[in-house]
């Protein structure tokens, strides 16, 4: 088993910047794909991004320019920059790493706010 603790959110001006963070405990041999996802209240769950094991990366549209999805492997975790901020970006981030051997694990979740 993998467990996944996200840090980091919480409330924030629009056009400020919040810096997430995933980190990945348990058994861990080595992870392959880590990744954010989000979900707004009434919406359903997106991919915000993500980042493989050779460190590329792709983004939701909606994020390009603004958001960086960056991984550090020595510490298993995964960070989230979040910067130009605005208030469609509220929603609950979920972390998300799939294994070596596909097997996908999530977060609890974490709350960003970004007040206009």
């Known amino acids: 088993q993998v467990q996944l603790v996200e840090s980091g959110g919480g409330l924030v001006q629009a056009g400020g910047s919040l810096r997430l963070s995933c980190v990945a405990s348990?058994?861990?041999?080595?992870?392959?794909?880590m990744g954010w996802y989000r979900q707004a209240p009434g919406k359903q769950r997106e991919l915000v991004g993500r980042?493989?094991?050779?460190?590329?990366?792709n983004y939701a549209d909606s994020v390009k320019g603004r958001f960086t999805i960056s991984r550090d492997n020595a510490k298993n975790t995964a960070y989230l920059q979040m910067n130009s901020l605005k208030p469609e970006d509220t929603a609950v981030y979920y972390c998300?790493?799939?294994?070596?051997?596909?097997?996908?694990?999530w977060g609890k979740g974490i709350l960003v706010t970004v007040s206009s």
């Open positions: 348990g058994s861990i041999f080595r992870l392959n794909t």
């Open positions: 998300n790493v799939v294994s070596m051997t596909d097997v996908n694990y």
């Open positions: 980042i493989t094991s050779d460190f590329s990366t």
